[in-house]
């Protein structure tokens, strides 16, 4: 009589949410479930803390992929009970390239248990998007239930937990190439649940766009080819003498975004980059470069060393973390950055994603003044 009972009461819910506007989302034969090595395994439909979920345990089960849709703006609302990284991707083009909204229960009342970060590539950027804006304070708790709310429209992303009248987070998304796109659960480094999943798409409206700094961030720059890691002291040398030779600089800029992230621009993140800028001076003067970055790097001038680094540096990224001064002669200044990501952390081969090994956190912010 019990069981009887729960799918009646399931039933009568379902059919209140479907009578306002809402669909069930994520449910069996409707999506598929991936294993860490990007394989199809089975949807574990369980009971948890009773309630009627799907399981996901960040290794067998690691993400959950909705088929077919191709959503823009949407109100999404969930239970979930985590223990390390459980959230939800939208917009997803594919596997490897999505919007993540994700909690940190261990972190619950923090500003550290809700961040939203763009997936680029597969690439986990979590050290670049930090607090105070991509990073929140939220009321939950390890492998408890909480309701999360996600209302997304046009560029902008409101976050409610336990149906608070007020957003825990309410930020404008970064810019990426995808409108729309399916849905994504995942989970990492622990199990997550995730219960009485529903959807409506919401109308578009003009929300407000992000302006592009005014903090004189370096965002346009000329960046080589990808060249494989290697660990001889001076394979960054030889890779500017490459980089010079082979003539291949593509220009990236994205000014809405301070941070340099170099894994949107390679299909297959897990190697080594070198970025090029031009600074023009109208005379000879000092002038001090604010900076930051994930894994290894080098910076040259005109030709010669002003900052190394050749351990691997793994923190939340911040502007100004780092200064040094320049000597900008008059006329143009060559400005080299030689990046290597994380892959170096993850026992030398990099963070596994969906089967490959490759940079999760690969870039640096930079900052000129004067």
């Not at 596997?95 to 229960?105: A, G, L, S, T, V």
């Not at 209302?151 to 336990?162: S, Y």
Request: charged share 25%; proline share 3%; aromatic share 14%.
């Amino acid at each position: 009589m019990k069981l009887q009972h729960y799918f009646w009461s399931l039933a009568f819910l379902l059919s209140i949410q479907l009578m306002n506007g809402q669909e069930a989302l994520f449910e069996q034969g409707k999506c598929i479930i991936l294993s860490e090595e990007n394989k199809p395994v089975t949807y574990i439909d369980t009971i948890y803390k009773g309630k009627r979920s799907l399981k996901l345990d960040g290794k067998k089960q690691s993400v959950a992929l909705t088929k077919d849709k191709n959503v823009k703006n949407f109100r999404v609302e969930m239970d979930i009970a985590g223990d390390v990284m459980s959230g939800l991707g939208f917009r997803a083009k594919d596997k490897f390239n999505y919007h993540f909204i994700y909690f940190r229960p261990g972190m619950g009342g923090t500003r550290e248990a809700i961040q939203y970060i763009p997936i680029y590539n597969g690439a986990l950027s979590w050290v670049f998007y930090n607090y105070p804006v991509y990073e929140t304070k939220a009321n939950v708790s390890s492998l408890e239930w909480f309701h999360a709310t996600f209302e997304v429209r046009g560029t902008n992303l409101k976050v409610f937990v336990d149906h608070s009248p007020e957003p825990q987070m309410d930020i404008q998304l970064l810019d990426t190439e995808i409108s729309g796109g399916n849905f994504m659960l995942r989970s990492l480094f622990g199990v997550s649940y995730f219960a009485n999943i529903t959807y409506e798409e919401l109308s578009d409206h003009k929300s407000k766009t992000s302006k592009p700094s005014t903090n004189a961030f370096l965002t346009t720059w000329e960046i080589s080819e990808q060249f494989p890691r290697d660990s001889v002291p001076n394979h960054f040398d030889i890779l500017i003498e490459k980089a010079n030779m082979a003539k291949s600089w593509r220009v990236i800029d994205h000014p809405r975004d301070d941070y340099v992230n170099i894994s949107r621009y390679f299909e297959y993140p897990k190697g080594i980059v070198v970025a090029r800028k031009i600074l023009k001076s109208g005379k000879d003067k000092k002038a001090i470069l604010n900076f930051d970055f994930v894994g290894k790097v080098k910076i040259m001038l005109n030709g010669n060393e002003v900052f190394s680094y050749q351990k691997i540096r793994f923190e939340r990224m911040f502007d100004g973390m780092f200064r040094i001064n320049l000597d900008l002669k008059k006329g143009e200044n060559e400005l080299l950055v030689v990046a290597e990501g994380d892959a170096s952390f993850f026992g030398g081969k990099g963070f596994k994603y969906l089967g490959r090994l490759q940079h999760t956190n690969w870039g640096f912010i930079a900052r000129l003044e004067d």
